[in-house]
């Protein structure tokens, strides 16, 4: 089936000769999942049903209090500020964007009226510009009207270099915030821009008020008061913190939807670690909510026995994979290891990297050690679902590699290790600290050992090896060995950011302080085209299909070893409704909506 | 041997080599009498001979993954049950055991050794020589020991793992940290054993007598001052093994597929509940092992403490 057929379809569904549920069907018969058909027709324009919520509170407040624990906490509550979730969501409490992620990747209006599309007006035809219009009646928690001011002011203080705000790269593409009144704002982009909904939307989109921040703007940025004492729009309003301990906000009287949200105090408490985590909700119950649970499944299933909670989780598009580094980490030049000045004694190699795809027993790793949590996959893109590629097979099979191998010139030496021109085949896979990730190397290096592929295993400390500190030779992006496992996502429903993983301007190296996302310093022309031409491509079928090419070419060159799609994992009590939580947005999406069963 | 030490000085400086035997007869008399050390020493004998003979006789890899048998209990063809990979403990044991012991005893020979040296002479010698040497205990004995420990094994891991590969090399490495911050303790001890035994009148008999420095040293002060050494040292045993895992756990000490006893307990710390004997066969090991060592340093120092009175 081809583009043409597809948009076929939709033509027909849009003329009602077609149901959404026939179209489904046929799309689910073709090897493709219930959510993508969805986003086909919904980034066509057809519009899906709205969510329905089964719990409709007649008043207000009354539920207690609410405790959920990150066992990451949060260090700052300034969003824009934000080093990875555990800020958003702190910030998530009180704060709050235009609108949120839902769990299938479509957007739910939480500040804004409605959501702009082709249909209402809201999103230009030539991808340029788009409407938001903003609910009426919503004040900040000091009693201040929330207006398009504010919006303004986000898009200022976040695309200010000076500013150093973590936002930056969803809002300097923006040319201008116009205020058509109070509560109507339109965003100009510089180029014709698919993923319009970045700007204000999801974890990187909260919006903070303009009166408390406009005096702590560029360069003063970090001395505002507010950063650690938030006032926001949000459910709950700011009571007390202590960085990297305690979060706690207090219902907000005056939310803008009627009726919530349920509970009268929140608590967010830091500390511990995943497995601690996941005991505390599942177990023992002390704790209504967790976050994260990077936690083997079986012992997930254990305490689940207890009664008191569930493992809540959520497709999202994080994929656990393996880097092969295409420089030599070996080789120093001009005070660097793994630099763009030299390439990979062997890694390069086609067949060496063929035989690696193939030692990697996907199945055993998805069954054995993620089960639920995830799923075996050949792709590195796996979601938002319309973006994921039907083409690639993955494959384990000792057997080939060792025929790739012997073919290639690999010769085994006499301790069952191939050689070749006198180098050995030895790898140094390095991961971090973290007892799956620990699993997956033993099994992979049993594998290897069977092809006589001698591997040699590092792990280190998470802390260390996620940090971006230019001084440690063991962080993630230095790479300064062979091969190296972890886990990334888009973290938004569009994967332009995601896909320059392997563009060559975000290469890392010392020259940009190993600030890139290209850590596999992989170099590939036709990909930096296909890339820039998704960037402002506005048809989302060709796009879609652009994406699928770039992933195609990630996996036929074995860029990356993809292993397990992993989805988003929270611990939620039994009692604790409605937290349907999303793969693209956070844990707290839908904060307001939480109630507690009694 | 005070008294040992003295009556010899006072009838004849040769016939001391004579007295010898019956010294270590009689401390093997005293250290036989300690009925806990004598299991201690049964103990630790037979870990040592089963980690040096056991992979011999027991030929399951320790790495062979099974799926199919993980997390299983002890049974015969697992006899201390398996892991989460059905990876075979009891060869894991084995095998980590040579290195968790090896680690242990190899760290605790060089603290003792660096330690007896300088406080020896420092408390020989004394003066500005006793001066400089204390300073610089005081200064080694401030030094924040992890981030230090971080940061050589951070500056030279990369050159040993390239010149003696990655086991030997992190061997190495961690047995030099180790015993090298942890010989401070044992260099206050013997100086100070020394500064009280050298005013002893045995010691004045010796020089009086015209020995010479280091017989003095050798004959009759170390060996007087090697009762808390002796525990100093089953003390560190136990504290390099228990580094080590801190090590490991940091990523920092041997290649995660290393097996090391504290390298288990880790691996086994969330599987408690449900396969508790993953995590109780090495720490049984450990503590075994520490306990057994703390008797045994136990009863040889009374045993070496010739003040200390038995009854017959």
Known sequence: MDEREVRDFITDIRAGRLSRRAFTRIMVGLGLTGPLAAQLLAAAGVAAQPKIDSFSPTRRGGGGQLKVLWWQAPTLLNPHFALGTKDQDGSRVFYEPLAAYDPEGNLFPVLAQEIPSLENGGVARDGKSVIWKLKRGVTWHDGKPFTVDDLIFNWEYAADPATAAVTITSYRDLERVEKLDSHTARLVFKNPTPFWFDAFCGARGMIIPKHLFDAYRGAKSREAPANLKPVGTGPYRFVDFKPGDIVRGEINPTYHVPNRPFFDQFEMKGGGDAASAARAVLQTGEYDFAWNLQVADDVLKRLEQGGRGHVDMAIGGAVEHIQLNNTDPWKEVDGERSSLKTTHPFLTEAPVRAALNLLVDRSAIHEEIYGRLGQATPNFLNGPARFRSPNMRWEFNVERANQILDGAGWRRGSDGVRAKDGRRLTLLYQTSINPERQKTQAIVKQACAKAGIEVELKSVVSSVYFSSDVGNPDTYTKFYADIQMYSTGPGAPDPQTFMSNFTTVEIVSKSNKWQGRNIARWRNEEYDRVWKMAESETDPVKRAAQFIRMNDMLIQHVVVIPIVWRNAVAGVSNRLKSTDISGWDSNLWRLAYWYRQS | ?312
């Open chain 2, 1 to 312: 041997m005070a008294t040992r030490g003295a009556s010899e000085a006072v009838f004849a400086v040769s016939a001391a080599a004579d007295a010898t035997p019956s010294l270590w007869l009689e401390a093997g008399r005293r250290f036989r009498r300690h009925h806990l050390a004598m299991v201690g020493s049964v103990i630790l004998i037979s870990m040592v001979v089963a980690v040096l003979t056991g992979p011999l006789v027991w030929r399951q890899p320790i790495n062979e993954i099974d799926f199919k048998a993980k997390l299983k209990g002890p049974s015969w063809s697992h006899p201390l049950g398996t892991d989460d990979l059905g990876q075979d403990l009891l060869a894991r044991m084995l095998y980590g055991g040579r290195i968790s012991l090896a680690v242990g005893i190899a760290a605790m020979l060089i603290a003792i050794s660096i330690g007896t040296t300088i406080g020896a002479t420092s408390g020989f010698v004394g003066g500005k020589l006793d001066n400089t040497l204390m300073r610089i205990t005081d200064m080694f004995l401030s030094l924040p020991g992890l981030p230090l420990l971080l940061l050589i094994v951070y500056l030279f891991r990369d050159t040993l793992r390239k010149t003696l590969g990655p086991e030997a090399g992190i061997f190495i490495l961690i047995v030099a940290v180790i015993g090298g911050l942890r010989w401070m303790p044992v260099a206050r001890l013997v100086r100070a054993q020394f500064l009280s035994l050298r005013e002893k009148e045995f010691v004045e008999a010796a020089r009086s007598l015209g020995a010479p420095a280091f017989r003095q040293m050798f004959r009759h002060l170390l060996p007087n001052s090697m009762g808390p050494v002796l525990v100093a040292a089953t003390i560190d045993v136990a504290a390099a093994i228990i580094a080590e895992s801190t090590l490991s756990f940091l990523g920092l000490g041997f290649p995660p597929d290393i097996p090391t006893w504290g390298r288990i307990l880790f691996d086994a710390k969330d599987n408690l509940d449900f396969a508790p004997h993953w995590a109780i066969f090495p720490g049984t090991a450990i503590f075994l092992t520490v306990l057994s060592i703390n008797y045994i340093g136990d009863a040889l120092r009374d045993a070496l403490d010739p003040r200390k009175v038995l009854g017959r």
